[in-house]
């Protein structure tokens, strides 16, 4: 069975970098998959920030993309992300999440089937 | 980017009551890349319906979607007590990826 848990500071500074990482369960990332990181800001929709496949390849949300880097682990079984220069707005429960096509291929993969618990992050002085 | 606008935004019923969400999008879904989720309040979505109206794995009969092109339907036959729940809808025809605002489907 596949779980993914988040992990991160909880708490960010303004102006600072925000990191994140999942750790993958029950499942290699090496074996395929794309892999995602989904925000929900308070009383907000949820945000897709961006997906990575295993070989690396990063897909961004063009609204993010000058401030998001993501990193994938194949030998720790995890993949990560980078949040630049935060603000309050980045303010959220931050989601990982695996994704995968149906019959027909997306790039990436859009549908997300496993999620992680999620993870409050707190953008406050 | 497209936008999806779901509605009703609170949607109060009954258990055993049939419960019609609607998900309509700014310009056409490719390929009707169009998915359900359900969220339970302090957890994570989880998938329902993807492709429009293929169930996604353990997810029990009563919940079906249709639709295609920019107006999508999940359709909730007969509400049971740990059906009522938030539901988002969310498209990946075309990038970037983009959710709905969500529907609250809440005992009447």
């Known amino acids: 069975q596949v779980q993914l848990q988040e992990s991160g500071p909880g708490l960010v500074k303004p102006s600072e970098t925000l990191s994140l990482t999942c750790s993958v369960s029950g499942y290699s990332i090496y074996d395929g998959y794309y892999w995602g990181w989904i925000r929900q800001p308070p009383g907000m929709p949820l945000e897709w920030i961006g997906s990575?496949?295993?070989?690396?390849?990063?897909y961004y949300n063009p609204s993010l993309k000058s401030r998001v880097t993501m990193s994938v682990d194949t030998s720790q079984n995890r993949f990560s992300l980078t949040l630049r220069s935060v603000t309050a707005a980045d303010t959220a429960v931050y989601y990982c999440a695996r994704s995968r096509n149906g019959n027909i291929v997306a790039v990436p993969a859009g549908i997300f089937d496993h999620w992680g618990q999620g993870t409050l992050t707190t953008v406050s002085s | 980017e497209i936008v999806l606008t779901q509605s009703p935004g609170t949607l109060s019923l009954s258990p055993g009551e049939r419960a019609t969400l609607s998900c309509r999008a700014s310009q056409t879904v490719n390929n009707n890349f169009l998915a359900w989720y359900q969220q339970i309040p302090g957890q994570a979505p989880r998938l329902l319906i993807y492709?429009?109206?293929t169930r996604a794995t353990g997810i029990p009969d009563r919940f079906s979607g249709s639709g295609s092109g920019t107006d999508f339907t999940l359709t909730i036959s007969r509400l049971e007590p740990e059906d009522f729940a938030l539901y988002h809808c969310q498209q990946y025809g075309s990038s970037p990826r983009t959710f709905g605002q969500g529907t609250k489907v809440e005992i009447k």
């Open positions: 492709d429009a109206s």
């Open positions: 990575i496949f295993y070989n690396g390849n990063t």
